[in-house]
Structure formats: structure tokens, C-alpha cells
């Protein structure tokens, strides 16, 4: 089933006064031709209404829903609920499968529409039908919370927080609890034959060794490549940033007090971990945050693409934008001391392992912009985006710093959306924003 017409026609109108405020605000034709055709793919290619009545959407070319990715390519549409009760039925559908899929299974990933037993991979552990890829990521818990949050704030609705959603925010909490002590107490097993080291976890699909350290374990990073060492730190931060959001919806939606201060709990467990473990000394830049940790000395410093990230952490609300252990973190991963920081004749920014050497991604371009305070760097920044689209009008998964015309993936709809969620942060529009002030934004 596709969208209903009303709700296409609605946000096309929509999407056309977005439009307008961006050309009128930036007066550059291609920035606004993109924003209009990423708007526009987003809502029309990859969503649609199931027969239930929730939202499915796909990520681009690959035909699954991922947790993160879902939420990442309808957040600059949170910015448009306030003007049609259609969007707001759109956003509060897709809650609903999410937080469905944590249901059906907290571990996994990506989903299909149906019990179609579709998979990645056929040979993977994961039995269940409705899972297209079962790779534990912290992340895909933490964003369907987000986005649930996110639109309880700004709507007021609580229709899409059923018995279903308090189902799911115990699970999050539970399934974190338990990968507090992945050593001992998961079930959690990945194995993949016959792929490169990036797509299984050693020891026989346990991964590698880790102590307990208030932080809770990740297999895999949201890159959606094997971790080195357990404990992500930006997977970690968001997911105390996420534990906020479940102790106000327990609190004030399900008057659950026990879930609300376990929520808390967990949380300060996750922070102190992460302050006692997670928090490294550098010689060039100072204290920093790793991007992985094992609690046995292990540390990778480094950051990916990938949300979450170090880079991203302001953007989600995980630390502040002048926190002096972010701005050194920044310092790091901006310069030459992070691996998958590229420079080249076409632009600079951050890559990842999952994609070629000298790849940059336009969502870590975007993040870059979304972080920074100074208006000249955001449009620098979007200028970039305009100018390495290879001529497509499209945000691709990454591209060559030396050629943007070598580029991964033709349709990848999660930059699509951070492009656009950059541009109307530049004219002035930001959900942070509007959640913090609980009210709709309308251009």
C-alpha cells in the first residue's frame, strides 16, 4: 500500500513552502533543487502505509527498514507535523512499526514489511521472518526513542504510546541492562561464513573480550561493521541521551515509576562508565572521547561517518557544543590523527571502513554543519554537498575526496535527508529547537 493521497498531496504542499523559504533564504537554484527532490523521494519512494496503518520505509536502494536510518530520513519532516495532521499520522505510523520491531526482536537491525523470511544473508543465526539483518547495533534502539520522543513533544499525542510502546521501552532497558555483562549473561550471537572480518564477530560469534565497565556492549557499529572493541562511546553516550527520553514517557505517559528510575539508573551506570573508561588522554589534543573500548585497556581512536558519532554527539543531544571534551574531540576527528578523515581536490571530511580508502561522506559533511555555531561554515558546508553530487541532484552513501564522480550507492535517502535537515538548519529551522520548546515549526 502506498502513501494515501491526501497525505502526499499535503506534504507536496508542503514541501513546496519549504522550498520557497530555502531559495529565498539561500537563492542558490541547484541547493533548492536538491532539497526539493530529497524532500520529495523521501516521502514518495521510500515510505508507505501498511494495511495496519504504520509507516514503512525503505532506505534507498537496499528494499529493508532500518531503525536508525528510518528515523534519520524523516526527521526533517518532524519540522512540518504542525501543519498537517496527515504528517503527523505518517511520523506517529512509523513509531509504531518501530517500536514494534524491538518487539519482535531487539537485536536486529533491519526489517522486512512482512513475515517474508527475506534476509541479508539466509545463513545468519537470526530464524525470524520478519528480520532482514540481525547485527545488535545500540543505535537502532536509540533512535526509534528518539523519534518517539520527538514527536510526543511536539504533537502532544500519545494515540502511537500503547501497551506496545511501554512493551518496547522495558525491552530497550532490559536488552541494555543485560549487555551491561555481554560476557556472561547475552544470548547474542553473530556468525557470518566466508566474509570479510568486518560482517561476523570472533570467537564463534561472541566477540571480542570485554570487562564490565557500566557501559553496554554493541557487536557492531552503526556503520553496520564489526566492532573492534565492545563498548562503542558515541553508541554509548546516545544511548543515555535515549534512557532520558523513556524516564519522561514512562513518567508522565505510563506513570510506570520503576521503569522511569531504572531508566535513570542505567543511565548514570552508562555516563560514569564512559567518563571512567571512555575518556582517553591525547598527546596533541588532550582528553578526548575513544571511539571504542574493551574496560581491559583496549581503546580505537577514531571516528566514522556513521550517526552516532563523536562528531555528532551535540547534534543528538549526547554532550554540549562547547564541552571542552567534545571541542578536543572535534579537534581530532576534523584533523589528520583520524584514520577516516580524507582531504583531497574535491572536499575533506570523514569516511568510514565500511566504504572505500578516500571516501567522504555526505552525511558526516552535514553533521559537520549541523555542529558547527558559525553560519559561513554551514553554508560552506552545503555549498560542498551542492558541488560533489556528481550532477545527480542526490546525496550519495560517499564519494572520492579526489573525484566526486566515484561515488557508492546511487540512492541513499539517509543523506538525502541530512542535507535537507542542514539547509533548513541554516535558515533558521532546527527540531532540537522546536522539541526543547515543545511547539510545531512552520515555515
Not at 527498514?65 to 495532521?85: C, G, I, K, V, Y
Not at 511520523?91 to 531487539?106: E, F, H, K, M, T
Not at 567522504?360 to 560542498?384: H, Y
Not at 541532484?393 to 550507492?409: I, K, P, S, W
Request: glycine content about 8%.
Amino acid at each position: 500500500m502506498s502513501l494515501p493521497p491526501a497525505t502526499t498531496n499535503a506534504a507536496a504542499d508542503l514541501i513546496g513552502s519549504w522550498a520557497r523559504l530555502v531559495d529565498q533564504t539561500i537563492g542558490d537554484e541547484k541547493v533548492t533543487a536538491i532539497f526539493t527532490r530529497a524532500m520529495t523521494d523521501t516521502l514518495e519512494k521510500t515510505a508507505r502505509v501498511l494495511p495496519d496503518g504504520t509507516t514503512y520505509v525503505i532506505t534507498g536502494d537496499i528494499p529493508a527498514m532500518w531503525l536508525r536510518d528510518s528515523t534519520a530520513q524523516f526527521s526533517p519532516f518532524l519540522l512540518m507535523m504542525s501543519a498537517d495532521d496527515a504528517v503527523q499520522d505518517l511520523i506517529a505510523g512509523l513509531v509504531r512499526r518501530q517500536l514494534r520491531y524491538i518487539c519482535l526482536d531487539p537485536y536486529a537491525n533491519a526489517f522486512n514489511a512482512e513475515p517474508s523470511g527475506a534476509a541479508y544473508d539466509p545463513d545468519d543465526l537470526a530464524d525470524n521472518p520478519w528480520v532482514w539483518e540481525e547485527k545488535y547495533e545500540i543505535d537502532s534502539l536509540a533512535f526509534p526513542l528518539q523519534l518517539a520522543y520527538r514527536t510526543w513533544r511536539m504533537t502532544g499525542r500519545r494515540d502511537f504510546l500503547d501497551d506496545t510502546a511501554h512493551r518496547a521501552l522495558r525491552t530497550v532497558v532490559r536488552t541494555w541492562r543485560v549487555e551491561q555483562e555481554h560476557e556472561t549473561a547475552s544470548r547474542y550471537r553473530f556468525r557470518r561464513h566466508g566474509m570479510p572480518p568486518t560482517e561476523t564477530l570472533t570467537r564463534d560469534g561472541l566477540g571480542s573480550p570485554v570487562g564490565p565497565t557500566g557501559m553496554t556492549w554493541s557487536g557492531f557499529r552503526p556503520s553496520d561493521d564489526a566492532c573492534t572493541y565492545g563498548y562503542n562511546v558515541p553508541g554509548n553516550l546516545f544511548a543515555a541521551t535515549a534512557l532520558d527520553h523513556v524516564r519522561a514517557i514512562a513518567r508522565e505517559v505510563f506513570h510506570d515509576d520503576d521503569l522511569a528510575g531504572d531508566a535513570r539508573a542505567l543511565r548514570d551506570e552508562i555516563r560514569a562508565g564512559v567518563e571512567r573508561f571512555g575518556v582517553v588522554d591525547h598527546p596533541s589534543y588532550g582528553r578526548i572521547y575513544a571511539y571504542e573500548v574493551d574496560g581491559l585497556g583496549g581503546q580505537v581512536l577514531m571516528d566514522d561517518a556513521n550517526l552516532p558519532s563523536l562528531l555528532s554527539l551535540p547534534h543528538l543531544g549526547a554532550t554540549d557544543l562547547d564541552d571542552p571534551v567534545y571541542q578536543a574531540t572535534r579537534a581530532f576527528v576534523l584533523g589528520p590523527d583520524n584514520p577516516y578523515h580524507h582531504a583531497g581536490r574535491a572536499a575533506r571530511g570523514v569516511g568510514s571502513a565500511h566504504t572505500p580508502p578516500g571516501y567522504i561522506w555526505p552525511i558526516a559533511l552535514a553533521v559537520e554543519g549541523l555542529t558547527s555555531p558559525d553560519p559561513a561554515e554551514k553554508l560552506a558546508l552545503i555549498q560542498t554537498l551542492r558541488d560533489t553530487d556528481a550532477g545527480t541532484l542526490a546525496m550519495h552513501e560517499a564519494f572520492h575526496c579526489d573525484d566526486a564522480g566515484r561515488y557508492t550507492r546511487d540512492w541513499f535517502s539517509w543523506g538525502d535527508s541530512m542535507f535537507c535537515e542542514l539547509v533548513l538548519d541554516y535558515c533558521g529551522h532546527r527540531v532540537s529547537d522546536a522539541v526543547r520548546e515543545g511547539r510545531h515549526v512552520q515555515s
